[in-house]
């Protein structure tokens, strides 16, 4: 699936960049999606979310230093 397909290039993206939490998050939507489990695509969506926050700031902040 195209969700599957996206969460698998961004865990990727993430593990490069550091972000381990947003990666293994992405991970686990990935495997969701793949298995077209719903409910947990839907419950992964507030996690996915605020580790990208997460990731965004620390990523902002380095790029000030």
Excluded: N
Excluded at 7 to 22: E, M, T, V
Excluded at 51 to 63: A, D, I, N, V
Aim: aromatic fraction near 2%.
């Amino acid at each position: 699936t195209e969700v599957a397909q996206l969460a698998h290039s961004l865990a990727g993206s993430s593990d490069s960049l550091g972000f381990r939490a947003l990666a293994a998050v992405l991970r686990s939507l990935e495997v969701a999606a793949l298995g077209h489990d719903q409910p947990a695509i839907r419950s992964l969506v507030p996690l996915v979310e605020t580790q990208l926050q997460g990731s965004l700031h620390t990523l902002k902040g380095l790029l000030q230093s």
